[in-house]
Structures are given as C-alpha cells and as structure tokens.
C-alpha cells in the first residue's frame, strides 16, 4: 500500500525559510495535501497540489511535486512563531478514496 | 458554513460507561470520516461514511459503532472502552465524487479519556 515518509523534526529561527520535506510511493496519488496542526487542535488543510502540477504558490506557501522522484516539499517563507506546529503531508489517490499520512513534522520556530 | 463541528471537545468516561461522539456538518458533503489520532501520530482511519452508507470499516473493534442518521450528522458510539482507547477523535467531511478532490475539512476533535 501507499507509503508516505517524512522527517520528525525541523527547528528554524523567526524569519527564516522553513522547508518541509515529504517522500510517497504510490505513483497514481492524484492529490497531495498540507495539513498543519497545532496542538489540542484538529487538522488545518493548508494547501494542496494536483499531480498535474508542479507547483503552487499561495501567499507565505510554496509547494513543490517532483513526480518523478515522488518527492513533496512545503517551503514557509518568512516563518514566524505563530507557524509552530505538526505538518502533516498527505496524499490521496483517486482509485482507493483514502487519504493516507505522513509521520508529521513538528516545525520549532525559535525567537 | 464551512466547518466541521464536534461534541463534545472532552469526554472522561469509565470502561462501563456508554457515550456517544457527535459531527456536523452544513457543508452538504455527502462524504464523513471518523479517525483516531494519538499523541503525536497522524490519524488513523477508522469508517468511511459515503451517501450515509457505511463503506470502508478499517477493522475497528465493536465497542465503537458508527452510526449516520442523515447527510450533516455523524455520531460514534462508545461502549466498554479500554485505556488505551484514549486519543483524539477527528471527524472530517468531503465532497464525494468531486473531480478535481479539494481534501477533507477536519473538526476539532473530541479528546477521550478512558479511566
């Protein structure tokens, strides 16, 4: 089944560019989801990008999808603390209907 | 109206106690998730409700019973629970069959203790 990898852990400092990194094995995921989460909260839908796609620029975000490498990044620019949190990357494919997750990465912003 | 409402945010309840978990919607997604996510783990799928049909079951055992009385309400019924039931509970929603698929709109979720 569908494999979605990412790292546990990234720490940067207020104002700097955040990168999140996200790797799946499937290679008919159609959808490819950000989610963040903050704690005691549920899950925020961040952005998304189509497989058709290779990239998605919204405000502070920018995502990246590499299909050929199946390799799926979210960059933060200009983080601030108010971005501290687990990112889930997540990925969906059109023929099972299930959205499968990443471990999540938990985003540290230091002052 | 764009989110998903869950009732209540914190439940404490005894291994012999019966509860129920409670999902909104006014979205008029015809598609509604329940998931279960530890601390610091991604959810973990557990019924898919399409069309209020039940149509994925991930294997979850019988003391949490599903339940989808119309298109806007999920319910999850909890009876003789364990300790290590004790999570968070997410519902979600989405448009079924919508081509290109937009993800899910998450709850805030229902944080169980099981004593």
């Known amino acids: 089944g569908e494999d979605v990898e990412q790292s546990l852990f990234l720490s940067v400092r207020e104002g700097d560019s955040s990168v999140i990194n996200c790797t799946y094995t499937?290679?008919?995921?159609?959808?490819l989801y950000w989610y963040k989460q903050e704690p005691g909260a549920g899950l925020q839908l961040l952005t998304y990008i189509f497989s058709n796609m290779d990239m998605k620029q919204d405000q502070r975000l920018t995502v990246l999808l590499n299909k050929k490498d199946k390799h799926l990044s979210l960059r933060i620019a200009d983080t601030q603390t108010g971005d501290s949190a687990i990112y889930f990357c997540a990925v969906g494919s059109s023929n099972t209907g299930k959205l499968i997750f990443g471990q999540g990465t938990t985003l540290q912003v230091k002052p | 109206d764009t989110e998903v409402t869950q009732t209540p945010k914190h439940l404490v309840m005894g291994m012999t106690n019966k509860k129920s978990l409670k999902c909104e919607q006014h979205?008029?997604?015809?598609?509604m998730y329940w998931y279960k996510q530890k601390a610091k783990k991604p959810p973990e799928l557990m019924f898919v409700?399409?069309?209020?049909?039940?149509?994925i079951n991930e294997s979850v055992p019988s003391r949490f019973s599903p339940e989808c009385p119309n298109s806007s309400l999920l319910n999850l019924h909890l009876h003789a629970l364990q300790p290590e039931d004790s999570a968070l509970y997410l519902c979600a929603s989405s448009q079924e069959g919508q081509e290109p698929f937009y993800g899910y709109t998450f709850g805030s979720g229902t944080r169980l203790t099981v004593v």
């Open positions: 979205m008029g997604h015809r598609a």
């Open positions: 409700y399409s069309y209020e049909k039940l149509s």
């Open positions: 499937d290679s008919s995921s159609t959808y």
